[in-house]
């Protein structure tokens, strides 16, 4: 027998909480992309902890970026991307 369990822990100041799918996991690096003037740029993150359908990242994100919610590594810096494809 085992049990399970999910303890709520505090964020650093520096990390999101981000849905999995807005995380790349390529054989170069680990990404996300985030959004700004309609186009997109690829930001190297570390991946903390994980739950179900989210995961804490840290990197050169700040408060209030726009983030793809269901990334690829299809979508290529520079691309033009629409509102409809990112994190609220």
């Not at 054989?27 to 997109?40: G, L, R, Y």
């Not at 700040?62 to 793809?68: F, M």
């Not at 629409?82 to 609220?88: A, G, L, S, T």
Request: charge should be negative; aromatic fraction near 6%; charged fraction near 30%.
């Amino acid at each position: 027998m085992y049990a399970e369990v999910n303890l709520q822990m505090p964020a650093n100041d520096s990390s999101f909480i981000v849905p999995k799918t807005a995380v790349v996991s390529s054989t170069e690096k680990v990404f996300v992309i985030k959004v700004a003037d309609h186009k997109a740029t690829w930001i190297s993150v570390k991946k903390r902890r994980e739950s179900e359908s989210s995961v804490e990242v840290y990197g050169d994100i700040k408060p209030g970026d726009h983030l793809v919610k269901t990334a690829t590594d299809e979508i290529r810096n520079g691309s033009e991307i629409k509102n409809e494809r990112m994190v609220d």
